[in-house]
């Protein structure tokens, strides 16, 4: 998906009975000379409306345009693989943690390589996944009969194992 916010002036913006007809699409991140463009088609610009390949993004009507800037090029250097491991990483934090995330906060865990993502959708997945590679020490098939995959199971959320409404199970290294 491509990264635009979509702008019209502020005159435009406070009076919702005219015609939104004057929009200037953004590209995110821009160039010097599209910031240019802008500031010469619309004076006092305000967003009306954007996308981002992040669901709960969300760019506030009158934003710092260089922080936009800022944070998009980072984002642009990623791939769809690191684009998706980020939106598991920002839904696992907002869902399972108390406290506020962001975006910026889940690409930093991303750079650091602080997490392991499992494409599973449940931990019971996981814990066989765990299993079979040896994480729990070498276990003869005639043992494995006798493991109690529930159990282990609730053991791996209980270490910090979290399910994703992204599909994902996650685990955070720090």
């Known amino acids: 998906m491509a990264n635009a916010v979509y702008l019209i002036s502020k005159e435009d913006y406070d009076d919702t009975s005219k015609n939104r007809t004057n929009v ?3 590209p995110l991140p821009f160039s010097e000379e599209e910031m240019k463009e802008l500031q010469k088609t619309i004076k ?7 996308e981002t390949c992040f669901e709960d993004y969300e760019i506030d ?11 998009f090029k980072r ?14 990483i920002y839904r696992a934090r907002k869902d ?10 889940a690409i930093d865990i991303l750079e650091k390589g602080a997490y392991i993502i499992y494409p599973c959708k449940d931990i ?3 814990t066989e996944i765990l ?5 729990f020490g070498v276990i003869s098939d005639t043992l494995r009969e006798y493991l109690d995959y529930e159990l282990l199971s609730k053991q791996l959320l209980n270490d910090g194992y979290i399910e994703c409404s992204t599909g ?3 685990k955070f290294l720090d």
């Open 24 to 26: 200037f699409r953004l």
């Open 44 to 50: 006092e610009p305000r967003v009306s409306d954007y």
């Open 61 to 71: 009507d009158n934003p710092d345009f260089n922080e936009l800037n800022k944070f």
């Open 75 to 88: 984002v642009d250097k990623l791939s769809k693989v690191e684009i998706d491991h980020i939106e598991t």
């Open 96 to 105: 399972y943690y108390s406290f506020q995330t962001t975006y910026d906060d």
């Open 124 to 126: 019971e997945r996981v």
């Open 131 to 135: 299993v079979d590679e040896e994480f």
């Open 168 to 170: 994902d199970v996650i």
